[in-house]
């Protein structure tokens, strides 16, 4: 009986829930009252509650963002935490609104999942954790090491791959949760932990000696990480996808959280377009004038939102690297909002 | 008057009746179809609702999947499994994973709790004690914490691969515990032969010293006989074919050895803890079928002259097997069904291989999740069929 009534509730979902979830979000949201945002269980820098449980992260403020542009009030979001493997899901049920956790855009994600992916918050790579008395320099070393991996994402296919394609043998031990995995990598049960690079550098800040473990050199392979909505609704996809252009249209154009109250009033005619002030492009999107402002005002552009809660600002450290602005020796490129 | 007494109805018609509606006829066969009928159109809908629904959102359905390549390996596998296999053989893979540990965890799990059951009621106080103490504290504990507790401790306990302890050609670390793999040889068919020949003897060996003990009462102590048999005649065909076995010997190189089979660690911390888990139900169960057994029957069998043991053994126990078997069977169930948390601590079973990995890849819930239980059920229903054999005999023996 249990099997029958759940395939039963499964699949009544698949075939009520979904109807009412399509060319209707930004309808939904705005009735209810709250965006659904689906975050990670907890990843410092992404999406991390703190110890009064308010989220705080890259992907944390791709939401607040939303918010703020649909409701001019970033707290208006429920955050769900979702593993890795129910975060698709939720988004296909619809039980979330937009997806924001770090999730790599591959082809088979964009189209065999129901859903879209809406830009690259994130430009990342795989890489490998290995603790500094192995004395290992390069992952071409790592011939029938013992590799601990988090199961559900792409980096225990990246692994296969990148093993296979250069001769080497190896034992993978799959966990279901991230913290399992640090954990038996922290044992010695593996010599190596592999994720993607901002984890990696993450993790580390949770270990006992974060000194002792070295991020090997080698990106195996590319995980742009980027916010997913489903297929089906043009409007919301287009709000989401703007979202985050605004915030790196906006490090482009040098406004920031700070400076955003007098470049409003500028007399320059990309910032009154951006602001509003000139056109209707936000009311376009279906969201109302001032919703770069909104944005702006409530998360900064995204070098701030970078630096706060990845970069130098913030406990991992990461370098800008490939994230910085195509003019200035990155690959975030926006397309200008006019 | 000589009218012919009427015929009844023939007899098969009043039995067909009563097959097809029950005590209800002709009218409950119509209400057992109609209701057939509704049930098959319920499943219809859900079924097609279903499917246009998925094609509207462009979610792939469908069991096409199953023959992608999966591209992920996993860290045990009864049979030979690489990255480039489809799902199909990956499912295969997680399911042999979970039918090992689950066999292997219902055996241990019950000597362990035949065991306990027994040092429960034993006159022993101290032993009566600590059996009671383990039971209360294991089936208090929730099993989540006490695998993870397991794992850890294992791991925990156990030096690097550079440090192993080594025995016998065997190496344990926390990589597992590694043994020098068995190689066939010349040897080998003369050898299982031999073992074979030596089985079937010690077999109708047993079977005529059983037959000399109800028929004239001759008791013959026959394992001697058997340990000859089943150890000797294959040890002299190994003498005279040469071994049957060559042994690779695992060799440490770089970070793990090469050669030789692996005990992964995940396997033993699971296999110890469903064990040592279910034991504690099923040493109460065995404990509550043996108090059901009438106190007379033991009194008797004391007062024959036997020992304890045997009365236990020979009359106690079976009487005691009715009221143990049904519950028996439902903490099997619950053994296998509790595997699947072994997705917590990195063993590749079912859930985890094909309910866990696969699924995110191809995000394909339904389909997987309905292949996975429908695996579940068909192993619970497998095991109980198994222990209704077993009861059902068990009832012919004793008369009932």
Redesign the interface.
């Known amino acids: 009986m249990k099997r029958v009534s759940l395939f039963f509730t499964l699949a009544v979902a698949a075939g009520f829930a979904s109807q009412a979830a399509t060319a209707e979000t930004l309808k939904t949201v705005k009735d209810r009252g709250q965006l659904s945002c689906g975050v990670s269980t907890g990843l410092p820098g992404f999406s991390n509650p703190d110890d009064k449980g308010n989220w705080t992260g890259l992907d944390v403020d791709v939401c607040r963002a939303l918010a703020a542009a649909i409701f001019n009030d970033p707290t208006k979001v429920k955050y769900v935490p979702l593993s890795a493997k129910d975060r698709f899901t939720a988004l296909q049920s619809g039980e979330i609104d937009v997806l924001s956790r770090n999730t790599t855009w591959t082809l088979s994600r964009d189209t065999s999942l129901g859903a879209n992916f809406t830009g690259v918050t994130y430009y990342d790579g795989q890489g490998f954790l290995v603790k500094k008395s192995l004395k290992v320099n390069s992952a071409l070393e790592l011939n029938s090491a013992s590799v601990c991996v988090q199961t559900g994402t792409t980096t225990e296919q990246n692994l296969a791959d990148y093993f296979k394609g250069n001769n080497m043998k190896y034992e993978v031990i799959a966990f279901a949760g991230q913290d399992e995995t640090v954990k038996a990598y922290e044992s010695g049960r593996c010599d190596v932990f592999t994720s993607d690079v901002s984890q990696l550098y993450a993790e580390r800040l949770k270990l006992a000696n974060p000194a002792d473990h070295v991020v090997l050199p080698e990106v195996i392979s590319k995980e742009p990480l980027g916010p997913m909505v489903r297929h089906g609704d043009d409007q919301w996809f287009d709000i989401v996808k703007w979202v985050l252009f605004a915030m790196v249209d906006a490090e482009e154009m040098g406004v920031t959280q700070g400076n955003v109250d007098e470049m409003a009033k500028s007399d320059k005619p990309d910032l009154k377009r951006a602001f509003g002030t000139d056109g209707n492009l936000g009311e376009q999107l279906g969201l109302t004038k001032d919703w770069f402002y909104r944005i702006i005002k409530t998360v900064g552009n995204y070098g701030e939102s970078f630096d706060r809660n990845v970069g130098a600002g913030s406990k991992l450290q990461i370098a800008r690297g490939l994230n910085q602005l195509w003019n200035k020796g990155g690959i975030q490129y926006a397309p200008p909002i006019r | 008057m000589t009218t012919s007494p009427r015929q009844p109805p023939p007899q098969f018609v009043f039995r067909l009746k009563r097959a097809l509606g029950g005590r209800a006829g002709w009218g409950g066969l119509a209400l057992q179809v109609l209701f057939a009928a509704i049930l098959i159109w319920i499943g219809y809908e ?2 097609a ?2 499917r246009t ?2 094609e ?5 359905s469908g069991f096409g999947f199953l023959r992608n390549n999966a ?5 045990q596998s009864l049979v030979p499994y690489s ?2 296999d489809s799902y199909a053989w990956v499912f295969l893979v997680g399911l042999l994973n979970t039918i090992l540990v689950s066999v292997i965890g219902i055996f241990v799990a019950t000597v362990i709790g035949f065991l306990v059951a027994l040092g429960r009621l034993s006159p022993n106080w101290l032993v009566a004690r600590v059996a009671g103490a383990y039971v209360e504290l294991i089936r208090n504990l929730p099993l989540l914490f006490q695998l ?1 507790f397991w794992y ?1 401790a294992v ?2 306990a156990l030096p ?1 691969p550079r440090q192993s302890i080594a025995l016998f050609g065997s190496y344990l670390s ?2 597992g515990l590694i043994i020098p793999r068995p190689l066939p040889e010349a040897g080998l068919m003369p050898f299982a032969m031999a073992l074979v020949v030596g089985i079937a003897a010690a077999l109708v060996l047993r079977h005529y010293a059983r037959q000399q003990l109800f028929e004239r009462g001759r008791a013959i102590p026959i394992w001697p006989y058997v340990i000859g048999l089943v150890i000797g005649l294959p040890l002299v065909s190994a003498l005279l074919f040469g071994a049957p076995f060559g042994l690779e010997v695992p060799v440490l ?4 050895f ?1 050669g030789g089979t692996r005990v ?3 396997f033993v911390a699971l296999l110890v803890a469903l064990s040592t888990y279910t034991a504690a139900f099923i040493a109460e169960i065995v404990r509550a079928g043996i108090l059901s057994v009438h106190r007379g029957q033991m009194e008797a069998g004391l007062s024959l002259g036997l020992s304890r043991g045997t009365v236990l053994r020979l009359i106690v126990v079976p009487q005691a097997l009715r009221v143990i078997l049904p519950p028996l069977t439902n903490q099997y169930l619950n053994l296998t069904k509790n595997s699947s948390l072994a ?4 063993y ?1 079973d079912l859930v ?2 094909f309910a ?2 696969a ?8 389909e997987i ?2 292949m996975t ?2 695996v ?2 068909l192993l619970s229903l497998v095991t109980s069929a198994i222990m209704s054999f077993y009861g059902w005999r068990l009832g012919r023996s004793l008369g009932t």
């Open positions: 859900i079924v609702n279903a629904n998925l509207t959102q462009r979610i792939v591209g992920f390996d996993v860290s990255g480039s993870l850890l791991l925990g690097g926390n990589r190189k770089g970070f793990n090469s992964i660690p995940e997705v917590s601590i990195g590749p985890s291989v866990g990995t699924l995110s890849q191809t995000g394909q819930a339904i999740l309905a239980m429908g579940y059920l």
